[in-house]
Nanobody, 118 residues
Framework: QVQLVESGGGSVQPGESLRLSCAAS????????MRWYRQAPGKQRELVAT???????NYADSVKGRFTISSDNAKNTVYLQMDSLKPEDTAVYYC????????????WGQGTQVTVSS
């Protein structure tokens, strides 16, 4: 099992930055895939960013060029750097990992609120 704890959310103004962290309870060096999702009120959960063990990175079109997913194996932590934030980025952000490509389930964090408002 993997426990995930997100942090770093908060309230910011448009154009500002935040860095979300997702601390894992075990080593992430061999984890197959790490993702960030978000869910805004009244909307479905949306995939924001993906980082795989082979190093590939993928982003939703709405955040390309503004968000960056990264990880620090020494700290067992996954990050989401969010720059040039917009009001439409307001949501609860969730960390997600799948340990192995053959797994049929993922692990989720509890979520962290990000609010972008002037």
């Amino acid at each position: 099992q993997v426990q995930l704890v997100e942090s770093g959310g908060g309230s910011v103004q448009p154009g500002e930055s935040l860095r979300l962290s997702c601390a894992a309870s075990r080593t992430i060096a061999s984890i197959y895939r790490m993702r960030w999702y978000r869910q805004a009120p009244g909307k479905q959960r949306e995939l924001v960013a993906t980082k795989s063990t082979i190093g590939s990175l993928n982003y939703a079109d709405s955040v390309k060029g503004r968000f960056t997913i990264s990880s620090d194996n020494a700290k067992n932590t996954v990050y989401l750097q969010m720059d040039s934030l917009k009001p439409e980025d307001t949501a609860v952000y969730y960390c997600n990992v799948r340990q192995n490509p053959w797994d049929e389930y993922d692990y989720w964090g509890q979520g962290t609120q990000v609010t972008v408002s002037s």
